[in-house]
Each structure stands twice: as C-alpha cells, then as structure tokens.
C-alpha cells in the first residue's frame, strides 16, 4: 500500500447547498467529503447540541391520579425553546451557584400551579399553565406568543388563517395531567442545560437522517430490446417512483392512436408501437431505497445490466426535523460548531504529542 509523502495533506472543502428550510424542517445536500464526515454531522445533531429541559421538580401538591414521578417525567419531555443554550452554563461546571443549578446563568425557574373548581368538567393541566422566569425559555407553544407579546408581531406568518391555527394551537399547549373536581397540582420546576447523550429529553432533532445520492444509468442499447409490456412491468417492479417511460412518447402515441383512429386498430397498433422509442426514464433518483428490486427484475427477464445504480460516496442528503426547541438552522449550525471544538481539541493533543506515536504509526516510520 502506498503511504503518502510526508507533509501530504488531505484537506477536503465540503460544499452544502440547501435544498428547503423551514422552521423545523430542514433539506440539504452535503458535497465532497466522505461517510465518516456526514455521520459524525448527524449523532452531534442528535447527541450533542445542547437544549433546555426541565430536571428538577419539587412538587408541594398533587392530588391527580398521577403519582409525582410520572408528572415530573412529563415535564421533562416538554420542548423548551433553546436559542439560548449555547451561552449558557453546564450546571456541573457553574460556579455561580456551586454546581446545585439554581442561578441566572445555568438554570430557569417554571412554577406551576392548577385547581379544578368545575364539578361538570375535567381540567386540562397544559404546558401553557408553566409559568417561566425567563421569557426566552418557555415551552415551544407559547413561544408564539411570546414573540407577540414582546414586539407585536410574527415574523413567520404572513397569512391570518395560519396565524389563527397557531394562536388556537398555543392555547391547547402539552397535557400535562387531567384534574377532577378538588384535584390541585402545584410545583417548582428547574430546566437545566444538557445534552442528548445524557438524557433524550435534550436532544433537539425529531429526525435526522442521510443517505447517499444514487448514481443511475440506464443501458439504451438494452432497453431497445424489450417490449412496451416489460418496460412497464420493470418499472412496477419498484416499490418507489423511480423510474417510468417517457411521457413525451406516450402522448406521441395517444396522437398517433387519434389520428388513425378511423383505420383499422388491429394494423396501426404494432407499426405505432413500433415506430415509437418508449424510452425508460428516472424521474426521481432520490426516491430509491437501494432494495435491489428492479436489479432482480431485470436479471428474471434475462436483461441483466438494464440498469446500473451506484451511491456517490461523497455526496450525501440530509433531512433535519427539530422538536422545536430550536430552529433547524440553529440545529445545523450548532452542530458545526461542536463539530469544530472537537475536531480543535483533537488538533491540541496532536500539538502536545499525545498522538504523536500514532501518527509514526500511520505514516510508517
């Protein structure tokens, strides 16, 4: 095996673009690097991109039919908005407050507290009945409102009938708990800093997933080879829209079939049929799962190499769904930057030579 010179460098420039970006939801192809780069991307979105989340619960009252610790589990599992997380403090590492997580600098104070008087009717106990000490850590349904509150408008909707949805959606909030009549909950709530890795009620991604861009080739030579009947059952054969026959020849042909339309049908059919190209086309390369079925298809008919599907193994499709505690654009780049601390902290104990041995290692010496 040939080892590179030394002082070689394999520096690679990755190249995104973005495909769609939402609120939530973001599409993006991640160019000129290789699997280990994407995959590392993704389990820092999911893993290590620090949120809010509630992990401490004292509760004074609670006469529900749920028992403390299931309530406080519930709490927890609330998305809480994180724009803010990155500044502030681990509450291990604070030093403001000795590590118990109760100051302005590593923690949120929620205080809660519900009675039910109605004897006709059940209470809803929801997030938006968690009352926050800090406007830029609330759960993510009354975020909303806070924007409205704070400066009177919503920069993300521009229609009123969206707008109405989302205030009713603000309202109804996460249940919580039901309370009949004399019921009372009432509680102390402490939302920490953490990570994904510590605990799944941190981590900000809903989804995450890539896949490799497919590279698709279909042999003209041997598709001319097969009939009208076998192209179309070729292209069923894929349990996703991948592949189909040309539209333009299939217009061309329902022309055809209405300009002879007075002839006799039995001798034009086979000289249209036959005059026509129904040329296989790939309408959407993305929708393969790399199941391997129109390969089998192809090898049942005896036209083994109809088509040649390879993954393009530097070119990559993210698609990235939060929980709302942050945006997606938020999500990415966050993960970019602990991406990039960890990639530092690796290049510092290079530079202090404990990987000094693995390096002669690597290069042969």
């Known amino acids: 095996m040939d080892r590179p010179a030394a002082g070689a460098s394999y520096q690679r420039f990755p190249r995104v673009r973005i495909r769609e970006l939402k609120h939530d939801l973001a599409k993006f192809e991640l160019r000129d690097t290789d699997a280990s780069m994407a995959n590392a991307l993704r389990r820092i979105m999911i893993a290590e991109v620090p949120t809010v989340a509630i992990d401490l619960v004292e509760i004074e009252v609670n006469s529900s039919v749920l028992n403390d610790e299931f309530i406080a589990h519930r709490l927890g599992l609330i998305p809480l908005t994180s724009a ?35 004897s006709d009717q059940t209470l809803d106990v929801t997030s938006n009945d968690l009352r926050s000490t800090d406007p830029k850590v609330c759960p993510v349904d009354q975020a909303r409102v806070y924007q409205q509150a704070l400066t009177g408008t919503d920069p993300d909707d521009t229609n009123a009938a969206a707008e109405q949805r989302q205030v009713i959606s603000c309202r109804e909030g996460i249940l919580i708990v039901k309370l009949r009549r004399g019921q009372e909950l009432k509680l102390r709530a402490i939302a920490r800093k953490g990570i994904g890795k510590d605990h799944a009620k941190w981590s900000p991604a809903a989804t995450v997933t890539f896949m490799y861009e497919p590279d698709i080739h279909i042999s003209d030579k041997i598709q001319e080879s097969l009939t009208l009947e076998e192209k179309r059952s070729w292209v069923e054969s894929s349990p996703t829209k991948v592949f189909d026959i040309d539209p333009h020849t299939h217009k061309f042909h329902s022309a055809l079939m209405t300009l002879y339309g007075q002839l006799t049908i039995g001798s034009v059919v086979p000289i249209v049929e036959a ?29 083994a190499g109809l088509v040649e599907i ?56």
């Open 84 to 118: 803010a997380a990155m500044g502030m403090r681990f509450s291990r590492d604070c030093d403001a407050c000795d590590g118990d997580g109760s100051c302005e600098y590593c923690s949120v104070e929620f205080h809660l507290s519900a009675r039910a008087h109605d």
């Open 275 to 303: 005059a026509i190209i129904f040329a296989l086309v790939v309408v959407d390369a993305e929708a393969y799962t790399y199941d391997d079925e129109v390969i089998k298809k192809a090898e049942a008919m005896g036209k």
């Open 310 to 365: 390879n993954a393009k193994e530097d070119s990559f499709i993210f698609t990235v769904e939060t929980t709302g505690a942050i945006t997606a654009y938020e999500l990415i780049m966050n993960a970019i930057t602990v991406l990039r601390q960890k990639l530092d902290a690796v290049r510092l104990q290079d530079d202090d030579g404990d990987l000094g041995e693995l390096g002669a290692h690597l290069g042969g010496s």
